[in-house]
C-alpha cells in the first residue's frame, strides 16, 4: 500500500519535477469527531500545501497526510495543542523515493561487462546491442562490430568481427536469429561470441583457426523480427516488411535467397509463414548479407543457424539431386553432430535439408553453396517439439555449449581444408 | 476437402504430388537403425529406385507421430502421455486412389521426462493416410508402461491438484515467453495437451503434421465433482508450412472416463479466400487396446 502511494508521488515527482526533500508523511489518530473536525480545519488551509494520502473520515480511522518540509513545525504544533496523537510514517519523503528508484533501475541494470551479462536468460534487442559494444570494447584487438545495413524499419543490421589480423582472411560465416521466433539461437549467438573471446589463446583449434582466419558472426539477423516477438507476437518468424496489396506482413528469410527462388518449397501467399517475397533479395536482411558475402569474396564457410528439430543439413532444399560435395558435407556433419552429442547425449539427426526436413526453395546455404562456399551447413538446434520455440531459458546454456562443439568441428575441418 | 487449399501444385511443399504417386502403386521401404538416425539420414544410400521426392521424407515418423497423438488421446490419461523416441521399422504401401498405408514398430518415451526414470514404451501401427484428407486411420497397440491403477491413481492426484488451483486462473500464456511453466500449472499443460492430442491427430495428413506450441489463453476452467471443463486456445505448430494455427478447444475430462473434445481451428488467411474454419468433436472409445 505505501509503496503504491510512494510510486505514485515519484510519478508526480518524475512528471512535475517536484522535490520532496525534507517531506515527512505523518499518520494521526484521532479519539473523537471533534478531533476529526480538527483535522478538517488543517485540511483547509491553503498554505500549508499539505497533501492527505488517506483523508479525515470516521475517529479511529488514521489519517496519512504529507506534510512539507516548512509547513511542519506549524502542524505539529496545532497538533499537540489539540491532543491529536501522530506517528511520522516516513522522515524524508524524497529519501525514500530516491532509494526506490536506485532500486527500480538496478532491477533492469545493464550488465556492466560481458562477464556479469546473465547468458541464460533471453534478451531483448536493445540488450544484445548493448553486449556487442561491451565485448568489442572488452577485447578491441580481437572483435570489431561491422554494420552490414539497415532492416526495413531501420533497425541497423550489426556483424560481429573475430580476427587476428591479416587482409581479408578466409572467414567462416555464422549467423543466429534469421527466423526472430527461434529464440535460442540468438541467445547461442550470444553465447558463442563470449566463448570466442574466452577461448582465443586457451583452446588450441580455436586459437588455430584464429590465426589463420576470420569469424563473422551475425547475431540478430532479422532485428525487425525480433523486435515484434518482444513486443507483440512471441511466435513472429519472418520480417516485418509490407507487401503491396496484402494485408499481410513479412517475407520469409530463408525463402528468399537466389537458389530456385520461387520453385516448389516456398508459398506465394503473402500470408503465409514461406511466402517468398516478390523477387529474391527483395528483403534487405537477406540483400546486405548477399552484398557482404560477395563483397567479401573468401568466405569458406556458412552456418546459419535455426530451431527447432535437432538437425544438421547441407544443400539441397529446392531439389532431391545430391551436392557435388554431398559424401564430404555428409561425413563432416556426422562427425559434429557426434562432437554434439558428446557433451549431453542431444541427438541430432543429418542429411540434406530436402531429404532430413522437406523440401524448401529460396533457402540460404542452398544459395551460399552456389557461390563456392563449400561448406554451407543449417542447424536445427533444441528441442523435437516438447517446448520448440519456447525452449526454457534454463536450456539455453547447454544447447549453445554443445552446438559450439559442432560448430569448431565444422571450423576445424574447413582450416585444414583449404580450397 | 482437405483443410488447406494451396495455390497450384507449382508451390506446395511437395511439388508435383498426384503424378509422383502413380509412379509406384507397391513400396517397400525397411528402416533398421538405432535411435538416432532412422530416417535416411546416415549411413547408405536410400533403396534403389526410390526417389527422394517422391516419398515425403520422414513418412515414417509422420505415421508414428500421428499414432501416437491417437494413442494419447484415445488412453485419455494426462499422466501417461507418451512421445516419439525413434522409428524402428516400417513399411508403407502407397494405392494411389486411396492414400497410403504405413505398418511401423517405434519406441516411445514418458511426455513428461522423470528424472532417471528410464521408460521406453514400445508400439506398433497400422496407420492409413487417405490422399489429402486429414484423420488418418489408426490402430495401434503399445506396450504397458505403467500398471492402469497406478495410471488411474496418478491421474486422480493431478485431478486434485487441479482442483485446488484458484479460480479463475490468473494466467495468460503458459509457456511464457521464456519457456517458464510454473509448477503449478504443469497439469493444466498436460490436460491441454491431452486435448491437443485428439485435434493434432484429426488434422495430421501424410504432408502435415504438429506440434504444440503454447497455450494462448484460458477461457475457462470449471472443476467440477465429476469433470474437469476446461475451455482453451492453443497454438500448434505446423509442419512443413511452419504456420502457427490457433485453436480452441473444448474438453470434459475425469481420471478414468473417456474424454471429451470439441475444437475450432482458425485457417490461413489466403489471397482469395476469408479465412475458412475447421471443426470437430469426438468422444473418446470406452475400450482401451493397451495390454
Redesign the interface.
Known sequence: MRGLLVLSVLLGAVLGKEDFSGHQVLRLSTADAAQVEKVKELEDLEHLQLDFWRGPAQPGSPIDVRVPFRSIQAVKIFLEAHGIGYTTMIEDVQALLDEEQEQMFAFQARARSSDTFNYA??HTLEEIYGFMDMLVAEHPQLVSKLQIGNSYEGRPIYVLKFSTGGENRPAIWIDTGIHSRE?VTQASGVWFAKKITQDYGQDSTLTAILDSMDILLEIVTNPDGFAF??SKN??W?KTRSLTAG?S?VGV?PNRNWDAGF?????????????YHGKFANSEVEVKSIVDFVKNHGNIKAFISIHSYSQLLLYPYGY??EAAPDRDEL?QLA?SAVTAL?SLYGT?F????I???????SGSTIDWTYSQGIKYSFTFELRDT?????????S?IVPTAQETWLALRTIMEHTLQHPY | MPPRRQPPPASGPWGPRPAVLLLAPLLLLTQQGVAAAPVGAEGPEDSPGLQDAEFPSGLLQQAARAALHFFNFRAGSPSALRVLAAVLEGRATVNPKKGCQVDLVFTTDHYNPEVGEEHLGKCSARVFFRNQKPRPAINVTCTRLIEKNKRQEEDYLLYKHMKQLKTPLDVTSIPDSHGHIDPSLRPIWDLAFLGSSYVMWEKTTQFLHYYMAQISSVNQWKTNDDTIDFDYTVLLHEFSTQEIIPCRIHLGWYPGKPLKVKYHCQELQTPEEASGTEEGSAVAPTELNNF
Not at chain 1, 520461387?262 to 514461406?274: I, K, L, Q, R, Y
Open positions: 536468460t533471453y529464440w516477438t518482444h512471441r511466435m518468424r496484402s499481410c520469409d520461387g520453385m516448389a518449397g516456398a508459398s506465394s501467399n503473402p500470408c503465409s509463414e514461406t531439389k532431391a555428409d556426422k552429442a541427438k539427426k543429418y542429411g540434406s530436402i531429404k532430413a526436413i522437406y523440401q524448401a517439439g516438447r517446448y520448440g520455440f519456447l525452449l526454457p531459458a536450456q
